[in-house]
């Protein structure tokens, strides 16, 4: 039965499984990412948000986004990625080669 307070198509069966995984059997890991592995997330995550190519270089820029100009002062923290410019929430940077 539909409820008028939900959105349409929204049934009281899709409110009750909030929160379930959507595939069944696909449970959520418990375990605890490393500093690596969320260092590995930020890179991604910069670099399909804040990366372009021009001349056959790529580049970051944050977009004036405060949040990819926090991931990318982060990166360059970590070694990852070169600060050439900054102003505010505008960070522009390049990859770095890392070393493992």
Do not use: H
């Amino acid at each position: 039965m539909s409820n008028p307070n939900y959105p349409e198509g929204v049934t009281e069966k899709d409110i009750d499984n909030i929160g379930e995984p959507i595939c069944p059997g696909e449970e959520p890991e418990d375990e605890e990412l490393t500093v690596d592995e969320v260092i590995e997330i930020l890179e991604d995550v910069v670099n399909q948000s804040c990366s372009y190519t021009e001349g056959g270089k790529t580049y970051l820029d944050s977009a004036a986004i405060s949040a990819y100009a926090g991931a990318m002062r982060f990166l360059a923290a970590q070694g990852r990625i070169k600060i050439t410019t900054e102003g505010g929430r505008r960070v522009i940077g390049e990859w770095v080669e890392v070393k493992k």
